[in-house]
């Protein structure tokens, strides 16, 4: 069972979402909210690896251990791992 929440929203933006889900693309508007702030989600949390990516990017230290490590694998043999 979910948690119980109240939130105040902007009145056009629950006409449009009254309005998505009378068209049945959700089968509530608890569905519709719940999918909407999931996405939200995701798309925040995506957006912050990426960051964290770009600043990877530009840390020598980070850099250095990436070439340190292409390095220690610059021989190995693929088939000869399977074996």
């Known amino acids: 069972m ?6 105040v929203l902007d009145e056009g933006v629950m006409e449009n979402a009254k309005e998505i889900v009378k068209k049945g693309l959700f089968k509530s508007m608890n569905s519709f909210v719940e999918t909407a702030i999931k996405d939200e989600i995701e798309r925040i949390k995506k957006e ?3 960051n964290a990516i770009i600043d990877a990017s530009k840390d020598p230290l980070f ?7 292409e390095k220690d694998f610059e021989h190995a043999d693929f088939e000869e791992a399977e074996k």
């Open 48 to 50: 912050w690896i990426k």
């Open 63 to 69: 850099l250095s251990d990436i070439t340190e490590i």
């Open 2 to 7: 979910g948690k119980k929440a109240t939130f």
